[in-house]
């Protein structure tokens, strides 16, 4: 997705750590106030079991929650139990928060979430890095107690830290997504944790999932972990439905990752890249190629090895810019005397083609290709074009090359939940190798 259009994104270029701890605090307190399973979730992971049965075991109960941010704890009242949550990087032992000590009586602590449950109040110091914030949390909850009955001891001290909090927050999308309920909110704050770091997320490396297509989710998971990590220099595509790169060429517009099948039903990633995609694009491709009888190559060298490259020429039909269908078709279903994809075939019969001219492009095809090679069936032409409601097509010629890289390789050198250089290495020369491909 488009980082700009995240629900929590801030829309600036400084990226100063106040501004984020607070975007994160305020971006975790929308989550739980209007995803109601992800409260539940982080409820009943945090209060004891007793705790949690008082507030929802009653079918005649009437429990209210309620959560605010950036609150003095003074102003904190009518309140029997105490949570302090610690959500950083780092973990927290109860035995280090009983241990704080050298109290500062004169100073205001505003604590940044709290969840208010009837007399349970839970309250949390959010950090958006690798920092206790213990002592902080420790001095939090003196203040806030002093004018109570309740003991320092007798404080609940919990450590969420951020990876066991998007643990919950996955699963629960998960599970939204599962039973049709896809909740944006949530989405856009795991995108938005994936973003700044996305070793919080808990994504397992390829060399911890088996080389086999019914683990597709979770390849798509770790590569979009890969894109997140890299994605300031090299920009990610902003569809829904398609994962890859942005390519800022005049010839082509993007690299789309698809999980296939492979040698021996393995599983593997191609690399999807199309130059010439629109009729413009075609005709900056053929100014780059610069020579007639250009072929992609049959491999790719990414990290000192080859990769098998599987290509064909691309017919592409659209309407209202929108892609409908294509063909996708090698020298063998090309007459020998003809060339599908050069100046001439560009000029004479890519563009705008008005319902009443498409028995032209009828004729085209027809002369170009085999004629054992039924292109009508392949296209789908009488299902897309003519017994539909269009009244125009548009056409281009270009190429479709994919490099398909096996995820056995994949789990060689992607080892380690927290360390993706190599995965993002080989993303990002797998677009340098396709951004030079006419170079060499």
Not at 43 to 48: E, G, H, P
Not at 196 to 199: C, L, S, T, V
Not at 260 to 263: Q, V
């Given at each position: 997705?488009?980082r ?7 829309y ?6 106040q ?6 605090t ?10 109601s399973?992800f409260?539940?979730s982080i ?6 079991e007793k705790?949690?049965?008082s507030l929802?075991?009653?079918?005649a109960?009437e429990t209210?929650v309620?959560?605010e941010i950036?609150k003095?704890?003074?102003?904190l ?5 105490l949570?302090?949550?610690s959500?950083?990087g780092?973990e927290m032992?109860?035995e280090s ?12 602590y505003?604590t940044?979430?709290v969840?208010?449950a009837?007399d349970?109040t839970?309250i949390?110091?959010v950090?958006?890095n690798?920092?206790?914030c213990?002592?902080q ?8 107690i002093?004018?109570t009955e309740?003991k320092f001891?007798?404080v ?12 919950l927050?996955?699963?629960v999308?998960?599970f939204n997504r ?7 909110f949530?989405?856009d704050f ?5 973003e700044?770091?996305?070793?919080w997320?808990p994504?397992?490396?390829?060399s911890?999932l088996?080389?086999?297509l019914?683990k597709k ?6 590569l979009?972990?890969?894109l997140s990590s890299?994605s300031?220099?090299?920009?990610s595509?902003?569809?829904s439905?398609?994962m ?5 060429l005049?010839w082509?517009?993007e690299?789309?990752?698809?999980i296939?099948?492979?040698?021996n039903?393995q599983?593997a ?9 629109t009729?413009?694009?075609g005709?900056?491709m053929?100014?780059?190629i610069?020579k ?10 990414l ?5 098998e490259?599987k290509?064909?020429?691309?017919i ?6 929108a ?7 090698d020298?063998n ?6 060339q599908i994809?050069?100046?001439n075939t560009?000029?004479?019969f890519t563009?705008k083609y008005d319902?009443k001219e ?6 085209f ?14 296209l789908?032409?009488e299902t897309f074009f ?7 097509l ?9 490099t398909i890289v096996p ?11 927290n ?18 491909i006419?170079d060499?």
């Open positions: 997705m488009n700009h259009l995240n629900i929590f994104h801030t600036s270029k400084v990226n100063r750590e501004q984020l701890e607070n975007d994160l305020r971006a975790l307190a929308i989550c739980l106030q209007e995803d399973l409260l539940n409820l009943k992971t945090i209060l004891t705790d949690y049965e929802f075991t009653d079918i109960g209210k309620s959560i950036q003095n704890v003074e102003s009242e009518a309140f029997n139990k949570y302090a949550l959500i950083t780092l032992s109860a928060f009983f241990n704080q000590k050298n109290w500062t009586e004169d100073k205001d505003i940044d979430l969840i208010f009837n349970i839970l949390a110091e950090k958006p690798n920092v206790s213990t002592w949390l420790a001095q939090q909850v003196h203040k806030s002093k004018d309740i001891n007798d609940i001290p919990v450590d969420l830290n951020w990876k066991k909090l998007m643990v927050a996955v699963q999308s998960n599962a039973s049709g309920n896809n909740i944006r949530l989405n795991i995108h938005f944790i994936r700044h770091n996305h070793n997320l994504v397992a490396p390829f911890s088996a080389n086999s019914t989710q979770a390849y798509i998971q770790r979009n972990t890969a890299i300031e220099e090299h920009p595509l902003d569809y439905d398609r890859g790169l942005k390519l800022n005049s082509a517009q690299i789309v990752f698809n296939g099948s492979y040698k039903n599983a990633v191609y690399f999807g890249f199309w130059p010439g995609n009729k413009s694009q005709s900056r053929l100014n780059k610069g007639e009888n250009w072929t992609p190559p049959s491999t790719i060298i990290q000192g090895n080859p990769f490259v290509w064909g020429f691309e592409k039909f659209c309407h209202f810019n892609y409908v269908s294509n063909l996708v078709i020298d279903a090309v007459k020998p005397e003809k994809l050069s100046w560009h000029n004479q563009g319902r498409w028995d032209q492009l009828e004729k095809l027809d002369e170009y290709l085999v004629e054992d090679y039924d292109w009508r069936k392949e789908g032409w003519v017994n539909s409601g269009r009244n125009y548009t056409v281009s010629i270009g190429y479709q090359i994919e995820i056995s390789y994949l789990q060689q050198i992607d080892t380690s939940q360390d993706l250089t190599k995965l993002s290495e080989l993303i990002i020369e797998m677009k340098n190798k396709y951004v030079k006419f060499e």
